[in-house]
């Protein structure tokens, strides 16, 4: 009997992993879409009927202040969560997987640059780098893990780089002049072809890509994420849910008044632009408030999930999630395809509304086709090529072949 429970328990504990990246990836796409998926509109939509431009204004609020950066975080502590796990279960087999994961990470590096080429905003290349210092931080102590995660997430190093440049960088006034908004030719471009596209992406795009990873400091919160995650790990959150449960719902209700106090006193904070120390407070309360958004995401899921009617309803986003790797790159394409020149030019018609509509169309047909597609094979398409390669050997692919 106690067999069956532990195995419950661990079965469960992955499902609710899975359904949590699902949902955050829902939420990627729904950003990407409200962000046309890079291809600005050249100009102002002519909306066919006039309530599309309520429902856009009300959607766009709405991925703002629920969606925006939210999924990305969740999704990016998943990371950090899912490299413990696989460090885990190999050290219960009695291998050292570092070796193994820095190659895998490789792979990654490959895939996301690939990916790069054809969707600017991929985030996958970013994730490659940052799991490298990931690695080496998998024996630190769980004090000295969460330290360096604040320092990470609130800002820390950004703050130290905008220190040093206020010792060393020229007049404010001289600054401005020198970062003036570039013209508006610098944006991405809708109208490229598939060629200019990838060329632009090879380089330029990938170049501005980590500088502005740099200047938000969205890089180094990510790092912090990802340390979060392996902290996760480290104290069985998900291994003993049912341990953390009430104080998961207690903390919910902390999170839930700062956020309130924080988006109350956001509006008073000086702008980015005000200064060294004055302007980099804005960052750490606006990390705040996504984090804490996400936290309450997470723990509003876990509470959901623990109902087995809302399990079995997720049992379809739960594969979806099963595959994030490639689902993750296949929304992207679709997205591409669908608002690019070289596809269907769909930018030029669309607003956030129809758009998100559209996002949500597809996702579902890949909820189901993810769904149905492990039903007769361990695992994703470039989930298995990437396992492939980083175990330098095929993987069974299809679940006969373990029979």
Same mark, same amino acid.
């Given at each position: 009997?106690?067999?069956?429970?532990?195995?419950?328990?661990?079965?469960?504990?992955?499902?609710?992993?899975?359904?949590?990246?699902?949902?955050?990836?829902?939420?990627?796409?729904?950003?990407?879409?409200?962000?046309?998926?890079?291809?600005?509109?050249?100009?102002?939509?002519?909306?066919?009927?006039?309530?599309?431009?309520?429902?856009?204004?009300?959607?766009?609020?709405?991925?703002?202040?629920?969606?925006?950066?939210?999924?990305?975080?969740?999704?990016?502590?998943?990371?950090?969560?899912?490299?413990?796990?696989?460090?885990?279960?190999?050290?219960?087999?009695?291998?050292?997987?570092?070796?193994?994961?820095?190659?895998?990470?490789?792979?990654?590096?490959?895939?996301?640059?690939? *990916?790069? /080429?054809?969707?600017?905003?991929?985030? +996958?290349?970013? &994730? #490659?780098?940052? %799991?490298?210092?990931?690695? !080496? @931080?998998?024996?630190?102590?769980?004090?000295?893990?969460?330290?360096?995660?604040?320092?990470?997430?609130?800002?820390?190093?950004?703050?130290?780089?905008?220190?040093?440049?206020?010792?060393?960088?020229?007049?404010?006034?001289?600054?401005?002049?020198?970062?003036?908004?570039?013209?508006?030719?610098?944006?991405?471009?809708?109208?490229?072809?598939?060629?200019?596209?990838?060329?632009?992406?090879?380089?330029?795009?990938?170049?501005?890509?980590?500088?502005?990873?740099?200047?938000?400091?969205?890089?180094?919160?990510?790092?912090?994420?990802?340390?979060?995650?392996?902290?996760?790990?480290?104290?069985?959150?998900? *291994?003993? /849910?049912?341990?953390?449960?009430?104080? +998961?719902?207690? &903390? #919910?209700?902390? %999170?839930?008044?700062?956020? !309130? @106090?924080?988006?109350?006193?956001?509006?008073?904070?000086?702008?980015?632009?005000?200064?060294?120390?004055?302007?980099?407070?804005?960052?750490?309360?606006?990390?705040?408030?996504?984090?804490?958004?996400?936290?309450?995401?997470?723990?509003?899921?876990?509470?959901?999930?623990?109902?087995?009617?809302?399990?079995?309803?997720?049992?379809?986003?739960?594969?979806?999630?099963?595959?994030?790797?490639?689902?993750?790159?296949?929304?992207?394409?679709?997205?591409?395809?669908?608002?690019?020149?070289?596809?269907?030019?769909?930018?030029?018609?669309?607003?956030?509304?129809?758009?998100?509509?559209?996002?949500?169309?597809?996702?579902?047909?890949?909820?189901?086709?993810?769904?149905?597609?492990?039903?007769?094979?361990?695992?994703?398409?470039?989930?298995? @090529?990437?396992?492939?390669?980083?175990?330098?050997?095929?993987?069974?692919?299809?679940?006969?072949?373990?029979?």
């Amino acid at each position: 009997m106690q067999m069956t429970e532990t195995v419950k328990t661990s079965t469960q504990r992955i499902t609710v992993i899975d359904a949590m990246r699902g949902i955050a990836l829902i939420g990627i796409c729904l950003t990407h879409a409200m962000q046309y998926f890079g291809a600005f509109p050249p100009a102002p939509i002519e909306t066919p009927f006039p309530w599309i431009g309520t429902l856009d204004e009300m959607f766009s609020w709405l991925i703002r202040y629920l969606v925006f950066a939210k999924f990305y975080i969740i999704f990016s502590f998943l990371f950090g969560l899912s490299f413990f796990i696989q460090m885990d279960r190999a050290a219960q087999k009695g291998i050292d997987f570092r070796p193994r994961f820095l190659w895998r990470l490789t792979l990654l590096l490959i895939i996301g640059y690939l *990916h790069s /080429l054809i969707f600017h905003m991929d985030i +996958l290349i970013i &994730y #490659a780098i940052v %799991g490298f210092p990931l690695v !080496l @931080l998998y024996k630190v102590p769980n004090k000295v893990l969460v330290g360096l995660a604040l320092f990470f997430l609130l800002g820390g190093v950004s703050l130290g780089v905008n220190l040093y440049k206020a010792a060393t960088e020229p007049p404010r006034t001289e600054i401005v002049a020198q970062n003036r908004p570039r013209p508006a030719v610098d944006r991405p471009r809708p109208d490229l072809s598939l060629t200019a596209t990838i060329q632009n992406n090879s380089a330029d795009r990938l170049a501005r890509k980590f500088n502005f990873q740099h200047n938000s400091g969205r890089i180094y919160m990510t790092l912090g994420l990802f340390i979060l995650g392996l902290w996760a790990g480290r104290i069985r959150l998900f *291994h003993n /849910l049912e341990q953390y449960r009430t104080r +998961l719902y207690r &903390y #919910a209700g902390i %999170g839930l008044a700062a956020l !309130l @106090l924080l988006y109350a006193i956001q509006p008073y904070l000086p702008g980015r632009d005000a200064g060294v120390l004055a302007g980099w407070l804005a960052m750490p309360v606006e990390n705040m408030i996504n984090l804490l958004s996400a936290y309450l995401w997470i723990t509003l899921i876990v509470f959901l999930y623990k109902k087995p009617q809302v399990e079995k309803t997720l049992a379809p986003v739960v594969s979806y999630g099963r595959m994030g790797l490639t689902n993750y790159i296949l929304q992207s394409v679709i997205g591409v395809f669908l608002y690019y020149r070289f596809g269907l030019g769909l930018n030029q018609y669309l607003g956030p509304f129809l758009g998100m509509m559209l996002c949500l169309g597809y996702t579902f047909i890949q909820i189901y086709l993810s769904h149905y597609w492990l039903k007769t094979f361990r695992y994703g398409p470039l989930e298995w @090529l990437w396992r492939s390669g980083t175990y330098m050997k095929w993987q069974p692919l299809r679940k006969l072949a373990l029979q």
